[in-house]
């Protein structure tokens, strides 16, 4: 992946396409378990299809220690105001601004608000090491 990637790429180059996706309406007990059997940190919220939250592993945890939280519903936990791109914002400033105000994950988005992708600091990490793995070695060597 990285091979690919130069100083203008962008978000939509390296995005995990057409996420998981759930309703404010879901029980949050079942978004969680949807979660954990999905391996995924972080889902974006929709209604009628538009992006109007995120929930996260942190939010759905910190959710969980408050009395009452079996009744909870993802709307309860999700953050409203999740960091969202257009797919053609630049892959750098992404990262910066990820990094700077210690935001965990981007939803990618079209002009209507439709989620198209999600990118996390997780995919930033890996596809640092990439990078880092292929200035390791010798040139002119391809990863097997």
């Excluded at 999700?78 to 969202?84: A, G, L, N, Q």
């Excluded at 079209?110 to 997780?122: E, H, K, S």
Aim: with cysteine; charged share 25%.
């Amino acid at each position: 992946m990285s091979e690919r990637l130069k100083s203008g790429s962008t978000i939509n180059q390296v995005m995990t396409r057409v996420p998981e996706v759930v309703s404010p309406e879901l029980p949050l007990n079942d978004a969680w378990s949807r979660m954990r059997s999905e391996r995924l940190g972080h889902l974006p919220v929709v209604r009628n299809g538009k992006l109007i939250g995120l929930l996260s592993e942190r939010s759905v945890r910190l959710a969980a220690s408050y009395e009452g939280s079996a009744r909870m519903k993802v709307t309860d936990a999700m953050v409203s105001e999740p960091f969202v791109v257009s797919p053609d914002a630049p892959l750098f400033e992404v990262c910066a601004q990820m990094a700077t105000q210690r935001i965990g994950s981007v939803v990618i988005v079209d002009a209507g608000r439709v989620p198209l992708g999600i990118f996390t600091a997780q995919d930033a990490l890996r596809i640092l090491s990439e990078i880092l793995g292929e200035q390791r070695r010798p040139a002119g060597k391809s990863a097997a």
